[in-house]
């Protein structure tokens, strides 16, 4: 009687197999979830790096009457600098002020040459 307890206690291959199913659908439902809000995440840095940008070369034409000639560290308050998330770049042209938020295409990001996706934001 002792050692039929003793075996009882234990988990069965059955048991173990189930929370193993059970927790593979659980994470078949939630990774793209949450994949899905880190882009949205990466989307809204973006369009924050590009307004803050947008806002600097503004800034700086009223006090100069000119438009910066580069987009570097001295533009913005504290020197702080640009950080565009993966896959996202600002493209800038000193002779009219313009600055083009681009999202590259996912297979362009790892060194090939950019895709325009979006632009001209």
Known sequence: MASRRAIRRAFTLIDILITVVILGILAAVTIPVVSGQIARAEDAAAQATYNHARKAVNIYYEEHKSFPPTLNDDLFIGGKKLHMPRG????????????????????????????????GI
Do not use: M, S
């Open 88 to 119: 996202w770049q600002l493209h800038y042209w000193p002779a009219n002020g313009r600055i083009e938020l681009i999202q590259l295409a996912t297979e362009d990001i790892d060194g090939a040459p950019p895709v325009i996706v979006q632009a």
